[in-house]
């Protein structure tokens, strides 16, 4: 089931979140997210833009959401999303269901392009990415250190 997310949802997504944080360098985040800054995150993100997660029998099996892209009033049509499944909970559709409904969210609220930025190599959020439509844009080369080595992004875009 697809809902929107609450703030009691924090400390499940931080046990989806945090794998990546500790053993990925698909979060630039490099030390765990506690439950606290989660609910606040959450908060912050859902005052404006949809926060959703995945749910089956009580379990959260990922999570997706919007945010701003950029600061400037200019910027206000655009946002950056992103997307994490539970490791077992990958190659299912779940992704492509979830991030199918935020994208119909972000449409519903007259918005006109969607930003994902993608850590590199990860060819399973490239693949995602590219299913629904999004067109790489950018490549920067070695703009995060994590894990002893630096670490290249993407960015793929969306017209709604």
Same mark, same amino acid.
């Given at each position: 089931m697809i809902r929107f997310a609450i703030p009691d949802d924090a400390t499940r997504i931080c046990a989806i979140?945090?794998?990546f944080v500790?053993?990925?360098a698909i979060t630039f985040?490099?030390?765990?997210?506690?439950?606290?800054? @989660?609910?606040r995150r959450i908060l912050e993100i859902t005052a404006a833009l949809p926060w959703l997660v995945w749910e089956k029998e009580g379990e959260l099996q990922g999570f997706c959401h919007a945010s701003k892209w950029k600061a400037r009033s200019a910027y206000r049509y655009s946002v950056e999303s992103t997307i994490y499944l539970h490791p077992e909970s990958t190659r299912r559709g779940i992704g492509t269901q979830l991030y199918g409904a935020l994208l119909d969210d972000l449409r519903g609220k007259g918005?006109?392009?969607? @930003?994902?930025?993608?850590?590199l190599p990860n060819q399973g959020s490239v693949a995602l990415h590219e299913k629904l439509g999004f067109r790489?844009?950018?490549?920067?080369?070695?703009?995060?250190?994590?894990?002893?080595g630096w670490i290249d992004v993407g960015y793929w875009q969306l017209f709604l």
């Open positions: 979140y945090n794998h500790q053993h990925t985040e490099e030390q765990p997210v506690p439950p606290e800054t @989660m609910r918005l006109h392009v969607v @930003m994902g930025g993608i850590a790489n844009v950018a490549h920067f080369k070695q703009v995060g250190w994590k894990f002893n």
